[in-house]
T-cell receptor, first 109, second 117 residues
């Protein structure tokens, strides 16, 4: 089967750094996406990795290791508005997105 | 940009009625459109994939006669929930891909919250 695993919930402090991990097993691999979803809203795109390594985009970075089936999203200088769910999704050999259940990130002052 | 709209943003209906949700790509032609359903505190669940002019491909467990999808043009797809029941109450989200992106990114609509009484 195909599955994506990520922690259900994480808590961090404003101004700190948090790393959200994602492991995956899919039939084929055509890239991994991270999306942010605020409660009651649709997901918004954060990052895409298809090659191993780190992609940095402002306060957010995403890392991929294809051999380990592993990715993480790193959020720096956390702000209260970063409180949201973070969804990991893998594009499989059919270019279908397989979604993780999401990690709810709670930011405390 | 790549803007996807949905209409309505929320709808309340009586059990047994049908509800139509529209998904439009406003500033691009969508090669493929996807329909998702999301229950509270759960992940996105893909319901179906549709391409303009062809029948939608439904995921296992999704009743195609209950969830009718019409993809009449490169910018419009509709999802009709027929004979809706309270268990169909959910957040329905569409997304679309465009041909000119590097990695088949899906652009999401704002979602439609359906409540069936």
């Amino acid at each position: 089967g195909q599955n994506i695993d990520q922690p259900t919930e994480m808590t961090a402090t404003e101004g700190a750094i948090v790393q959200i991990n994602c492991t995956y097993q899919t039939s084929g691999f055509n890239g991994l996406f991270w999306y942010q979803q605020h409660a009651g809203e649709a997901p918004t795109f954060l990052s895409y990795n298809v090659l191993d390594g780190l992609e940095e985009k402002g306060r957010f970075s995403s890392f991929l290791s294809r051999s380990k089936g592993y990715s993480y999203l790193l959020l720096k200088e956390l702000q209260m508005k970063d409180s949201a769910s973070y969804l990991c999704a893998v594009s499989n050999s059919n270019y279908q997105l397989i979604w993780g259940a999401g990690t709810k990130l709670i930011i405390k002052p | 940009g790549a803007v996807v709209s949905q209409h309505p943003s929320w709808v309340i209906c009586k059990s047994g009625t049908s509800v139509k949700i529209e998904c439009r790509s406003l500033d691009f032609q969508a090669t493929t459109m996807f329909w998702y359903r999301q229950f509270p505190k759960q992940s996105l669940m893909l319901m179906a994939t549709s391409n303009e002019g062809s029948k939608a491909t439904y995921e296992q467990g999704v009743e195609k006669d209950k969830f009718l999808i019409n993809h009449a043009s490169l910018t419009l797809s509709t999802l009709t929930v027929t004979s809706a029941h309270p268990e169909d109450s959910s957040f329905y989200i569409c997304s679309a891909t465009r041909a000119d992106t590097d990695y088949n990114e899906q652009f999401f609509g704002p979602g439609t919250r359906l409540t069936v009484l």
